[in-house]
């Protein structure tokens, strides 16, 4: 007796047009090229701030107000924040700068790590501590100027 065809493909086989057509890997390599060169492109600025001249600094606020600008060293440092919302100990070392204690109740700004690049932060909430990587001076000043303005225009008449 003989089986019936059935429409379903043979196991392993290929269904018509699942290949992957030179097109495809040529978009597929453009976009690898693209991501590879912008990624390129950020560690050798991050290379150029770390091998220039140009000292990175540290901004310390507490409650809002300027408490400290402390430039990143490889040599260490301990710099120990008392107020009247709680304690915090900083440390600075290879050029960085990292908290190592808190009092607050939960621990985050523990967990942010050593941070050691333009613009990264340590925010601690309920002791109102932020510290905040600064870019080198003469760095592209205009980046940190106004982005864009949202809203509605009156109509004028």
């Not at 290379?47 to 990143?72: H, N, S, W």
């Not at 304690?87 to 939960?106: E, Q």
Request: charged share 30%; with cysteine.
């Amino acid at each position: 007796m003989e089986q019936p065809e059935t429409s379903e493909p043979k196991r392993g086989s290929r269904r018509p047009g699942a290949r992957i057509k030179r097109g495809d890997l040529i978009l597929i390599a453009a976009i690898l090229l693209l991501a590879g060169s912008v990624l390129g492109w950020q560690k050798w600025r991050e290379a150029q701030v770390v091998a220039g001249e140009r000292q990175l600094v540290a901004l310390i606020t507490v409650d809002g107000k300027e408490y400290e600008r402390v430039p990143l060293t490889k040599e260490e440092r301990i710099i120990d924040i008392r107020t009247d919302l709680g304690h915090n100990t900083l440390k600075v070392y290879d050029y960085g700068i990292r908290m190592i204690y808190s009092d607050a109740p939960k621990r985050i700004a523990l967990d942010m790590g050593f941070i050691s690049k333009p613009r990264q932060q340590i925010v601690c909430v309920p002791t109102r501590v932020m510290v905040e990587v600064l870019p080198p001076s003469g760095e592209n000043e205009e980046e940190d100027g106004l982005d864009g303005v949202v809203g509605f225009a009156e109509q004028i008449r």
